[in-house]
């Protein structure tokens, strides 16, 4: 899988389907605040692993912010007013128009992909394989 | 407690699914996988059906449920609400205090569960937490184009979506 995506065949892209309510949503937002500044990944692996991330407050965000060399101000302004509300319930929208009913749901180029990883891993292979054929075709 | 483990085992699902070729960790992954989608299958519907019809009620009484969980079980040095901005613009909280009895009943059994199980769900916790620290150190997105909330060439044929959620 990682080769595919080193070599250009696939892309991956995470979106927030918020299940668990506020806290999350409010991970959602702050995340998406940090991409205003080219740290969303940072942020996206900190609620997985950094405890003041996962204590999903306003001051363990703002914490985060400062240390990953944010402007602070910028990124409080843009958690306080909610500036990615709307994006956020667009991937909300989204996935439940995808059919996703939990999480982690995965779709490959829009469908639905099996729910163990082998499946998936198979279903991505099988797509490479179908674009090496149109290619090479 | 459980939902924790349940949701970093998936986060590792998440990680591995878009860069890991390591089989062992695929397998836990993959169990992770399908664990998240069965425990909280019930939940999740409830939350998604809510958030179609333009309602939160029953995500409010999972987040009412989680949060009071999290307070109880867990010996967390802040129990404040995840975010001011968070609270104030999640329009239904101040609603969800006025239906609390439920919400705090379902937050009780369920720290009562979670408690049950904090040994060996503590140990998992730090287990799965170890091995997507260590995923994330190994800097499997290094050299990938990475934009936002995508890696890899944006022109690529193959999309691989995730939905997922950080808690």
Known sequence: MEELIHSGIARYEYRHFIIFGSASQFAAMATECAGDQGAWWEFHDAYLIDARARSFTRAGALELARDEGLDVAQFTQCIDNEEHRDRILQMQQQAIADGARGTPTFLINGRMAARSLDGIIEQVHDAAEAVENQEGG | ??????????????????????????????????????????????????????????????????????????????????????????????????????????????????????????????????????????????????????????DAPIVITEYSDFL
């Open chain 2, 1 to 154: 407690m459980i939902r924790r483990i349940i949701v970093v085992v998936a986060a590792s699902a998440l990680i591995l699914a878009a860069c890991s070729s390591n089989s062992d960790v695929q397998q836990t992954a993959q169990v992770a996988a399908e664990v998240a989608t069965q425990g909280n299958e019930q939940q999740q519907e409830q939350a998604a059906t809510s958030y179609q019809a333009g309602e939160s009620e029953s995500t409010e009484k999972v987040a009412d449920a989680e949060q009071a969980a999290r307070d109880d079980s867990q010996d967390r040095e802040t129990a404040e609400r995840p975010s001011n901005a968070a609270d104030q613009a999640d329009r239904p909280d101040s609603a969800e205090q006025t239906q609390s009895t439920t919400g705090e009943q379902q937050a009780t059994e369920q720290a009562v569960d979670t408690e049950i199980d904090e040994d060996p769900g503590q140990q998992a916790e730090f287990e799965q937490e170890a091995m997507v620290g260590q995923i994330i150190e190994s800097g499997h997105r290094a050299g990938l184009f990475a934009n936002r909330n995508m890696v890899g060439d944006p």
